[in-house]
């Protein structure tokens, strides 16, 4: 087994907690800005104390080609909201004031970084407190654009698997990884068809036979009882989408906030008994 080595920081220790807790890391996911900044914030700020181990806060980008109906939905409203990357380093910046513990990991697509440039936009996000990035759309051939050096910078780079990568493929998605490795359960965009727990319980294991990464699952993942089944093997359970369509659900923005800590809350009471 090849190991793969972490950053110190809160992401390792986030899951050295949960697997001594023996428990599945709950990781969610909000888009920052939607529907507007003050609300997200909020929210953001409500996530660690609902429950969440990691959030995934979305970097709102105009091609979101990675994703499905309801966080293109998301991020259209945070931009047509006026959400912008210095506005979504502030929401990380006004998070740590109270919170020093949540990891926080941005996720989303490397054009906004490149424009901004890439020794900037590391530093800025290194200063506000990101623990981690996801790129979705620069393999590990581009490595030296930005994973290296975010290792270098002291920020996790958590990298994608999905279904169709195979023996071949697989030790150049692990190499630089670090964090956590994050499985995509399902071919296609986010918030599509719930997976099987079968086949992604089989691939979990081929991909431990290589590292020993911790791996979160996500792509399709809505309900406590879906999170639950998949909370039993995986190292961590990633919702998106249904955080989403949470906050899009309330009459006003507020009672969205309050849609989505009420189902972070669910979550990760049932991921507490998966085990």
């Not at 986030?14 to 969610?28: C, I, S």
């Not at 020093?100 to 424009?115: E, H, K, R, S």
């Not at 697989?170 to 986010?190: A, K, M, Q």
């Not at 792509?219 to 009882?225: D, K, L, P, Q």
Request: aromatic fraction near 6%; glycine fraction near 10%; charged fraction near 20%.
């Amino acid at each position: 087994m090849t190991t793969t080595t972490t950053a110190e920081g809160r992401l390792a220790r986030r899951f050295a907690e949960t697997r001594q807790q023996g428990r599945a890391a709950l990781v969610t996911y909000i888009a920052a800005g939607d529907p507007d900044y003050d609300t997200s914030l909020a929210t953001l700020k409500g996530l660690g104390e609902a429950g969440a181990d990691v959030i995934e806060l979305g970097m709102p980008f105009t091609d979101p080609m990675a994703d499905g109906t309801a966080i293109q939905h998301a991020t259209r409203r945070a931009l047509d909201a006026g959400q912008t990357m210095d506005k979504t380093l502030e929401m990380v910046r006004q998070l740590r004031r109270t919170d020093q513990q949540t990891p926080v990991v941005l996720m989303g697509y490397y054009n906004p970084i490149y424009a901004r440039g890439v020794t900037r936009f590391l530093d800025q996000a290194k200063a506000a407190g990101v623990d981690g990035l996801i790129v979705v759309d620069l393999p590990p051939e581009h490595d030296d654009e930005l994973c290296q050096p975010a290792n270098q910078a002291g920020l996790n780079f958590i990298r994608l698997a999905t279904p169709t990568t195979d023996a071949r493929r697989l030790p150049g998605v692990l190499t630089n990884t670090s964090g956590f490795l994050y499985y995509v359960s399902s071919n296609g965009v986010t918030g599509g068809a719930a997976p099987s727990a079968e086949r992604v319980q089989q691939e979990v294991a081929r991909i431990r036979e290589h590292s020993d990464i911790p791996i979160a699952v996500g792509f399709g993942i809505r309900t406590a009882a879906q999170a639950r089944e998949i909370g039993a093997f995986a190292d961590g359970v990633v919702v998106g989408s249904a955080l989403i369509d949470a906050q899009a659900s309330g009459d006003t923005p507020a009672e969205g906030t309050q849609a989505v800590l009420a189902l972070t809350r669910e979550l990760a009471q049932a991921l507490t008994g998966a085990r």
